[in-house]
């Protein structure tokens, strides 16, 4: 596998920003099914950031959730949804090296049934929205 140039690298950390899209309802009620994230790649995490990770049993599956604390050997990360499990609890702390990055903002997509305009400007209004390191924080967003 040929190697990265140090000037690659370096610009890849300016630009490594991609996206990725919520399946399931582990972070339900900060993220839903079918969200899509604008995720910085290698940023910093700090206590209560929403992470991308590769699950740590299964490193072909991409994985969002909230990064909690930093523990000996990783990161304790939780979903906003208590009862879907599939976080720390089922499988301990995640490696460093295993979360990819840090979600910065949260894209909704119109569904096909909002056709009225106040369905269109409601969707318009919220579609876009930061993703915040306090989970109180999204959840006063969305409590309209």
């Not at 969002?64 to 990161?75: F, I, M, P, S, T």
């Not at 369905?119 to 959840?139: C, E, I």
Request: net charge positive; glycine share 10%.
């Amino acid at each position: 596998m040929p190697e990265l140039s140090q000037e690659t690298e370096q610009g890849r950390a300016v630009l490594s920003f991609g996206v990725a899209e919520v399946t399931g309802p582990s972070m339900v009620p900060t993220l839903y099914h079918g969200d899509w994230l604008v995720v910085q790649y290698g940023a910093r995490v700090k206590p209560g950031d929403v992470v991308v990770l590769r699950h740590p049993f299964q490193q072909d599956l991409l994985v969002v959730k909230r990064a909690v604390e930093l523990r000996e050997g990783g990161w304790w990360v939780l979903g906003d949804n208590t009862y879907a499990g599939g976080d720390s609890t089922d499988y301990g702390t995640v490696p460093e090296e295993l979360v990819l990055g840090k979600a910065w903002f949260r894209y909704r997509p119109r569904r096909d049934d909002q056709r009225s305009p106040f369905a269109l400007a409601r969707w318009a209004l919220s579609a876009a929205r930061p993703v915040f390191a306090d989970r109180s924080a999204s959840k006063r967003l969305r409590a309209r």
